[in-house]
């Protein structure tokens, strides 16, 4: 870690670390949570995500704002 000088004020430098061991908690708790719900498929639960937000309505551009609306 080093204090330095950015655009003349004072900022903090940290030195980048490698990769980390799991610690023996969260290695537990990863466990437990895997006994209790299973894995959970991050990439399933995005799409539904996805599909459920592209299915609300966006803002109107302005050209639509602009237009009469229909009768």
Do not use: F
């Amino acid at each position: 870690m080093a204090i330095v000088k950015k655009h003349g004020e004072p900022w903090i430098r940290v030195s980048p670390r490698g990769k980390q061991e799991e610690s023996e908690s969260l290695v537990a708790i990863k466990g437990e949570t895997e006994r209790r719900w299973g894995t959970i498929d991050l990439n399933s639960r995005l799409d539904l995500d996805l599909v459920a937000v592209s299915a609300v309505p966006g803002p109107r551009s302005p050209q639509e704002a602009a237009a009469p609306a229909p009768a």
